[in-house]
């Protein structure tokens, strides 16, 4: 018999709009709630926030070329180093610009024939094995491709779903991604020596439609963003259903999992159209 | 007035007299020379001394049988000089004192109290004592030389022979007095010579010979009769512990010399008499004294008059600072007493006390004293060894006695305590005793029989001020706490003492072992879990520093963390499912055994389910007592440890606050009162205004919670109690916070609609209730018309008649379409007044969003529309209840209200016309209301759709009912007659009905007027005549006229036609009773 699936730890309320993305922020490790925060912004510009010492206030505003649904994504590439990957001007483009000095460092166009549609979404990591940051882009037509910024390459193009790819994350030591898209499907795939993209599982779900997918910090599981209302949780490693989570009354937008220092007190949140963010500690027994 | 200044002048004049004397021994000579003295300065009587005093030691001193009267004016005569001058030579003091002596004893046989009478025994003594005062410096000592003690003896024997078998109560004092003198303990105010060490134990050593007869004499006489007055016995307690303080002195005893031997070496005889203070003698005398101590004490303590007690804990206080060492063993019998006289009833025994006892505690913490916190610990031990006898067989005063003396050992043992408890033995006991005494008497029934009534039925009882159910929840006021009842004992002094106990124990012992002792019993067994939560609740208050009345300070206070600490598991402990859902009535047992039915598969994962199947096999009252007891208790703890944390306490309202509304909505009275006790408590420990404001800051938790446990609401049956709860503390401003938990409310409502909807409507209820509360509808408009028809009813003159006629041709002609000579102007200018904001606020066409309470009702109606046809009768009853509160609010809305009336109309007129007498009433209720906002739009529709079918049934039913026996009253159709005959008549009144249905109504209730129908349909159908009344009384009188008219009516002028009713000259018949009843009211 199956176990019940838990109740949340706790929900917050009273954002009074629906919850688009998430993001634990534990620097301080010690003595220091995560602080959760979430945003919204449609207004085609990325702001930056400072954040210490309690502080919530707005430092830049960087206003980007595209209106679409693509998330940016950022990655700190030394201290006070961070790129920001967003959809360019036009058609399939993407940008990576230097957040300090808000200039475009790259511009990665694909090959004009790829007739890839829009970037849905953007992964900006960095190999462990060389110093150059790679891109994942999720794109429209149901493709995921990764890229060289620095050489303005695609190195390798992988049409994995039959929709746009709503979603996707990335384990740079397993060498081994997953993305969702507006299907039932849920795919993973990995990177060989050569930087090619392969299929490697899909898992079919029951409802359509997966908003945001995270893996968590730890490698483990994997926690996917539903359509239908629902938090999904897979085991990351052979992506073995594990739980699902039925909270939220609308669809859920997006999910996070805290990197809290004591496990015991590491979270997941999910956020959803229905204006909560719920909490929730799952499989945290050592 | 001193004559002779010099000595040479007084030397002749006192010489005459002095050779006098020595010649001729007689009472006049004597008093000749004292008055001769009197005229004498003190420093010649000085330099005369010797000499004035030799005829009189001479006189004495001759042999042969003298008159007392004469001896007494020779002794008073010695007093006098010797008072005014010192005596300088150590021989002639030691003579004085033993030729002084000798006047008591008696001739015959020598050591035995001469048959003398009193006056002359009380020169002598007060000559005694003149003469030891008046020993220059330390010439006192002489006399306690080894030599002078057959003389001491001497004396000292005579003087307890006097102190204890005089029948003179001043003699007998007086003979005290002058023991203390001896001892060089005397209280009298004159200075004294104060003497070094050696002097001491010079006195000390005298002395030592001398004690087993004080002590002994000394507690004869303070056993002996009360009614020898307080005095002799202060002083007798007094000399008893001078001498003992004296003789057994630490530091006398501990610097014995052992040379002493030596030096009396060639006096053999005398020093047989001479005691050698070595241990193996203090150990004997203290063994023997001890005796003595314990009847003493037994006896003073005692005492009716507070000064024999006060002097007995100068004793305590004497024997206790000095000769602790010495007296080791009769340490613990002391501090029995000087505790056991802290509850004195005098309040200058119980400072002094307090007092003593605070230098006692200092000395034996400051002196890191070993020997006193043994005593006291093994004190403390074999006292709560035999607490829990005393406690079964004691009387409540006994029981106070005993429990003062625990109190007194802790308070004593200060920062000891959490040394002592570190022993697994004395924490047992003491644990087992206390929770033997606190048992909990559980045997009154009427502890789980009171029921709270609960808002909704508040609401019914005063329907018409639905402001005064919440008024006082606003308040302040914090109810009365519940006396608890013990098994034990009965007097609440009693209690309060334990709660000190207990107290000082958390303000000593270290609190994490304490609470994890207690603990550990709270969840061994159900016996001692109300006791071990009353004890940890008032250790947390000690730990705290709260209320608690100690000696000292401790040296580390308990750290705020480590109370955090402690109490966030406490309070974890207490909420736990199992020890806070406990069954307190046969109903919510009911109510959990449903949850157990229906989802087994739920039980699996919840072991407290199954506690709940076995518990509820056994239920019995006193189960339920018990229970509604232990969450009272516990509930306490929770405003206690409030207290205990202040506004430290806030952040564990997260767990504790929703717990603790779910009891304020208890059905048990006890528990409902307890726990807003505890909300008030939390309210001002955390610092907040109001009760509401602690509601609305703390929302988030609460919803969160709430939220939670909608979702699986079978486990969580006692949510919608909390909702109610929440509602009803707080207002308006809560309602942007909990319009998620509405949305939740209304879908768990969609997922159980089966099993719990009653539950929920009762949310649903408090919900509606509190929205009309908070948005009360505006006053109706037709209202304030009334009182114009009834003015002008009651006085009609001529003019207003001529008046009426005038309008009423007008109106005549305006109806036969004759509108030539009317103001049209004046109508067309009232009408679209009326009609523009009806027009306006229909007119646009982008929806606007709604306020959210209007929202919510309209939701909440949706559902009873829904679940109006439910099978439970008891459902429906409260659906139509909860459909009136949402008509109530919508009523201000109307542009929402309609469409929904609109689609409640078919199922309401169901249970209007088919459906249990008490839904029919119900239904009839909600028409009303209804009918209160939107008259019009019923009006017809209720014509139409209601009246045919309801006077349809009535007019037929009506001869059933003027016919049938007793029993009819129990069927059911008779029921349905009440409740249409009941609701018919306000609902008329307040759609207003038009004349013919006025009519149809009138017609079908007439029947019912007879006084063959049961007495109750006669009354309900009065009151259907009443309501008419009030919207058409003309017609009304003449139906009832027409009926029935007890009156004639002549033509005030012969013009006119004479009136004829139908009911004129009838004869008395079935209906003429109610209806000159009717008449008669409507004067």
């Known amino acids: 018999m199956a176990l019940r699936p838990p109740d949340p730890k706790f929900v917050l309320r009273g954002t009074g709009a629906s919850v688009n993305t998430l993001h634990f922020c534990c620097r301080d490790q010690e003595g220091c709630d995560p602080i959760l925060f979430s945003g919204q912004g449609r207004d085609a510009a990325v702001c930056t926030w400072d954040l210490s010492e309690g502080r919530n206030a707005v430092i830049d505003y960087i206003p980007l070329d595209s209106y679409g649904f693509c998330q940016c994504s950022l990655m700190q590439k030394d201290v006070g180093h961070y790129l920001l990957a967003s959809p360019g001007s036009t058609l399939s483009e993407v940008k990576i610009l230097d957040l300090l000095k808000k200039t475009p460092v790259w511009i990665l166009k694909p090959p004009a024939d790829a007739k890839l549609g829009m970037p849905m979404c953007l992964k900006l990591w960095q190999p462990l094995s060389c110093s150059r940051p790679l891109l994942l882009v999720g794109y429209e037509d149901g493709s995921v491709t990764l890229w060289d910024p620095s050489e303005k390459k695609m190195l390798s193009r992988l049409a994995c779903h039959n929709e746009p790819i709503m979603c996707l994350d990335f384990d740079p030591e397993k060498v081994k991604g997953i993305s969702g898209s507006s299907e039932k499907v849920l795919s993973s795939w990995g990177l060989d020596e050569q930087q090619n993209l392969k299929l490697q599982k899909t898992v079919t779900l029951v409802n359509a439609g997966i908003a945001d997918t995270c893996i968590r910090q730890d490698k483990k599981i994997l926690a996917t963003a539903g359509w239908d209302h629902q938090v999904r949780v897979f085991g990351w490693k052979k992506l073995k259903p594990l739980a699902i989570l039925p909270y939220h009354t609308a669809s859920v937008h997006c999910v996070s999992f805290s990197d809290h220092v004591v496990l015991s007190e590491r979270f997941m949140a999910a956020g959803s159209k229905d204006q909560r963010i719920s909490l929730w500690s799952l499989y945290n027994e050592p | ?1083």
């Open chain 2, 1 to 1083: 007035m001193a004559i002779f200044d010099t000595p040479k002048e007084a030397f002749g004049a006192l010489r005459p007299i002095c050779v006098r004397i020595t010649k001729e021994q007689t009472v006049n000579n004597v008093q000749c020379l004292q008055s001769q003295l009197q005229k004498v300065g003190d420093a010649a009587l000085q330099e005369l001394q010797e000499y004035v005093l030799f005829p009189l030691r001479f006189s004495l001193k001759t042999p042969g049988l003298k008159q007392e009267r004469f001896v007494q004016s020779v002794v008073e005569c010695i007093h006098f000089i010797i008072s005014r001058t010192c005596v300088r030579n150590q021989q002639q003091l030691c003579d004085l004192f033993s030729e002084l002596s000798l006047c008591l004893s008696s001739p015959s046989n020598h050591g035995k109290l001469a048959i003398i009478s009193e006056e002359l025994k009380m020169a002598v003594v007060q000559g005694l004592i003149a003469l030891l005062h008046s020993a220059y410096g330390d010439i006192v000592l002489s006399l306690y030389q080894p030599d002078m003690l057959p003389t001491q003896g001497f004396v000292i024997s005579l003087l307890l022979d006097i102190a204890e078998h005089e029948k003179s109560r001043q003699l007998q004092v007086l003979a005290l007095k002058c023991l203390l003198v001896l001892i060089l303990q005397c209280d009298c105010p004159d200075t004294h010579c104060s003497f070094d060490n050696n002097g001491l134990l010079q006195v000390g050593n005298s002395f030592a010979s001398f004690l087993p007869g004080i002590t002994l004499g000394m507690t004869r006489i303070i056993s002996g009769d009360v009614k020898q007055g307080h005095l002799v016995t202060t002083y007798a307690i007094k000399v008893w512990y001078k001498v003992v303080g004296l003789v057994m002195a630490n530091d006398q005893v501990s610097k014995n010399h052992h040379d002493k031997k030596m030096l009396f070496a060639e006096e053999s005889k005398l020093t047989e008499l001479v005691i050698c203070r070595k241990p193996e003698w203090v150990k004997n005398t203290a063994s023997k004294l001890d005796v003595l101590l314990q009847k003493l004490c037994s006896c003073a303590a005692g005492n009716s008059h507070w000064k024999v007690r006060l002097e007995l804990v100068e004793l305590v206080y004497d024997l206790l600072s000095y000769c602790n060492k010495s007296l080791k063993q009769s340490i613990g019998h002391l501090l029995e007493v000087l505790v056991g006289l802290v509850g004195d009833e005098r309040p200058e025994v119980q400072t002094r006390c307090s007092q003593v006892l605070k230098n006692v505690s200092e000395l034996c913490v400051m002196c890191e004293n070993k020997d006193f916190t043994d005593v006291l610990s093994e004190n403390l031990h074999t006292l709560t060894t035999a607490l829990p006898r005393l406690m079964r067989t004691l009387d409540d005063q006994s029981k106070l006695k005993s429990l003062g003396l625990l109190l007194g050992y802790l308070k004593l043992l200060g920062h000891k305590v959490s040394v002592v408890l570190n022993s697994t033995v004395h924490l047992g006991r003491l644990s087992k005793a206390l929770m033997q005494i606190l048992e909990l008497d559980v045997t009154d029934v009427r502890i789980v029989e009171e029921r709270h009534l609960n808002s909704e039925a508040e609401d019914l009882q005063h329907p018409t001020h639905p402001s005064s159910g919440w008024d006082h929840l606003k308040t302040w006021s914090k109810p009365a706490a519940q006396r608890k009842y013990f098994k034990f004992f009965i007097e609440e002094c009693v209690f309060i003492l334990l709660q000190q106990i207990c107290r000082v124990l958390g303000y000593y012992g270290n609190l994490y072992l304490l609470v994890d002792h207690f603990m550990d019993l709270y969840q061994q067994s159900v016996v001692y879990r109300k006791q071990a939560a009353i004890v940890i609740n008032e250790l947390l208050l000690g730990a705290a520093g709260l209320d608690v009345d100690v000696l000292h300070e401790r040296e580390t206070p308990v750290s705020t963390n480590d109370l955090k600490a402690t109490v966030t598991s406490i309070i974890e402990e207490y909420t736990s499912t199992a020890n806070w859902h406990l069954v307190t009535s046969i109903e919510s047992e009911y109510e959990t055994g449903l949850n157990i039915n229906q989802p087994k598969f739920l039980d699996f994962t919840r072991e407290s389910h199954k506690s709940y199947l076995y518990s509820s096999q056994s239920l019995t009252v006193h189960t339920m007592n018990s229970n509604i007891w232990q969450i009272c208790v516990q509930l306490e703890g929770i405003g206690y440890f409030a207290h205990v944390l202040n506004k430290e306490f806030r952040l564990l309202l997260m767990v504790s606050l929703y717990p603790v509304i779910e009891k304020v909505g208890a059905e048990t009275l006890l528990v409902s009162q307890m726990a807003t006790r505890t909300l008030v408590d939390l309210c001002q420990a955390c610092g907040y205004d109001s009760l509401q404001e602690l509601i609305n800051q703390n929302s988030d938790y609460l919803v969160n919670t709430i939220s939670l446990n909608l979702r699986s609401l079978t486990q969580h049956p006692h949510t919608p109690r909390v909702i109610s709860v929440m509602f009803s503390y707080s207002d308006a401003s809560l309602l942007p916070l909990v319009d998620d938990v509405v949305q939740d409310i209304l879908l768990s409502l969609d997922h159980y609609y089966n099993e719990k909807a009653q539950l929920i409507f009762t949310v649903l209820h408090s919900l509606m209730s509190a929205l009309a509360h908070w948005f009360p509808p505006k006053d109706p408009v037709q209202k304030k018309e009334k009182p114009q028809d009834k003015a002008c009813r009651s006085g009609v003159t001529a003019e207003e008649i001529q008046c009426f006629f005038q309008e009423y041709q007008k109106q005549k002609h305006l109806a036969e379409g004759d509108i030539k000579d009317i103001d049209l102007d004046k109508t067309e200018g009232d009408i679209p007044d009326q009609l523009e904001p009806d027009i306006s606020s229909d007119h646009p066409i982008v929806k606007k969003e709604l306020p959210a309470h209007i929202q919510i009702a309209k939701d909440v109606m949706e559902r009873c529309i829904h679940l109006l046809s439910d099978k439970s009768v008891k459902l429906r009853l409260k659906v139509l209840d909860v459909l009136e509160l949402c008509v109530v609010v919508l009523q201000c809305n109307v542009n929402e209200l309609l469409p929904m009336v609109h689609r409640l109309w078919s199922p309401l007129v169901q249970k209007l016309t088919s459906d249990d007498p008490l839904v029919i009433l119900r239904a009839f209720k909600v028409l009303c209301k209804l009918a209160d906002g939107s008259g019009d739009f019923l009006r017809s529709r209720v014509s139409k759709d209601i009246l045919p079918k309801v006077t349809r049934y009535l007019v037929s039913q009506a001869p059933v009912s003027t016919k049938a026996g007793p029993i009819y009253s129990h069927t059911l159709s008779y029921k349905l007659q009440l409740a249409e005959l009941q609701g018919l008549g306000k609902l008329c009144e307040k759609l207003d009905l038009g004349e013919t249905d006025l009519d149809m109504v009138a017609s079908t209730c007439l029947p019912y007027l007879s006084s063959r129908q049961p007495l109750k349909l006669q009354d309900a159908a009065c009151s259907v005549f009443y309501h008419l009344n009030e919207v058409d009384p003309d017609a009304t009188w003449l139906i009832l006229n027409e009926v029935y008219c007890p009156d004639v009516y002549n033509p005030p002028h012969s013009s006119l036609p004479a009136i004829q009713l139908t009911g004129m000259g009838k004869q008395r018949n079935e209906f003429t009773d109610n209806v000159l009843r009717l008449l008669q009211e409507f004067e």
